[in-house]
C-alpha cells in the first residue's frame, strides 16, 4: 500500500533527502519503520533522518520506541522548543499554536540542514476525514494531498501513508509493539476531527474498500454533473 503510494506520487526520488516529522505516535512511527526498510533494498537511492520535536507540552520519545529506531538503524534527532514563550502577548495557548510551530520547526531544520522533502504520517482516514471537515465547515472540497510542492520554500511535503487506513496501521503497530503513545496534553481540541473521523466511519462502516473508493472519488471529478 505504502509502496502504491510512494510509485503513485513519486514520493521518493533518485538522491532525496527527507526529513521524517517523528511524534513518537503509531502513524510516523510506522512511517519510519517503512522508509528503514526501504533503505535496506538493493538500489536505494536517498537518505532520511527522523525528527522529534519537543516542547513543553509533550513527553520524550518513549524508550521503547527510541530502541525500536536503534534497531532499524534510523538516523533520530530531536530538538527542543519553547511553544508557550513563542506566543504573542495576549494569545492564548492551543492545540493549533502548538503544531504550527512544529511544522514550523521542520521546515527550519529541513532547510537548514539541507533536505528537500518533509514525510508525515497522515494517514487515508485522516485524509478522508479532512475532507468532510473542509466540506462540512468550510463548504469546499479539500484535502491534505499527497504531495505538496511548498512555493516560496525549497521544501516538498510528503505523506506515504495517504493510501494506508488507519486500522491497518493499529493491527501492525500493535503486532510490533509501539501501539499506545498519543499526545496528552490538555490543549487539544480536537473535537472537529474526532466528529469527522466518526462521520467518515458512519459513511463507510469501516469498509476499506468503501474508504478508497471515496479517496478515488477525488481523483475522477466530473465536473460537468456538478453544480
Ligand atoms: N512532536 C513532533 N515532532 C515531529 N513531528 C511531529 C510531531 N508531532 C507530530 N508530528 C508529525 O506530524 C504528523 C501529524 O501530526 P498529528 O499530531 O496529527 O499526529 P497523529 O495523526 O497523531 O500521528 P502520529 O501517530 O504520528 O502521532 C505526524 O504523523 C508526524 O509526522
Redo the contacts with the bound molecule.
Keep these: 500500500m505504502i509502496d502504491k503510494a510512494v510509485y503513485d506520487y513519486s514520493l521518493i526520488e533518485k538522491g532525496d533527502r527527507i526529513l521524517?516529522?517523528?511524534?513518537?505516535?503509531?502513524?510516523?512511527?510506522?512511517?519510519i519503520e517503512y522508509f528503514a526498510s526501504r533503505k535496506l533494498r538493493k538500489n536505494s537511492d536517498f537518505e532520511f533522518t527522523a525528527?522529534?520535536?519537543?516542547?513543553e507540552f509533550?513527553g520524550p520519545i518513549p524508550e521503547n520506541i527510541r530502541m525500536l529506531f536503534e534497531k532499524w538503524n534510523v538516523d533520530f534527532k530531536k530538538i527542543e522548543i519553547d511553544v508557550q514563550g513563542r506566543l504573542a502577548e495576549g494569545k492564548k495557548m492551543s492545540c493549533y499554536w502548538c503544531?504550527s510551530q512544529?511544522?514550523k520547526?521542520?521546515l527550519v531544520y529541513a532547510k537548514e540542514h539541507g533536505y528537500n522533502k518533509i514525510?508525515?504520517?497522515?494517514?487515508l482516514d485522516?485524509i478522508l476525514a479532512t475532507v468532510i471537515m473542509n466540506a462540512l465547515q468550510k463548504a469546499e472540497l479539500s484535502t491534505m494531498i499527497p504531495k505538496l510542492k511548498l512555493e516560496n520554500f525549497p521544501v516538498t511535503f510528503i505523506r506515504p501513508?495517504c493510501y494506508t487506513p488507519e486500522d491497518v496501521?493499529i493491527e501492525h503497530a500493535k503486532e510490533t509493539g509501539y501501539y499506545g503513545?498519543?499526545?496528552t496534553c490538555t490543549f487539544q481540541d480536537n473535537s472537529a476531527r474526532k466528529a469527522a473521523r466518526k462521520k467518515l466511519d458512519y459513511l463507510t462502516d469501516g469498509d476499506r474498500i468503501l474508504k478508497e473508493h471515496l479517496f478515488n472519488a477525488l481523483r475522477k471529478i466530473k465536473p460537468e454533473y456538478l453544480p
Design positions: 521524517i516529522g517523528a511524534s513518537g505516535g503509531k502513524d510516523s512511527t510506522a512511517l525528527l522529534h520535536i519537543q516542547s509533550g503544531s512544529r511544522r520547526e521542520l514525510a508525515l504520517g497522515h494517514h485522516d501513508l496501521i503513545f498519543t499526545c
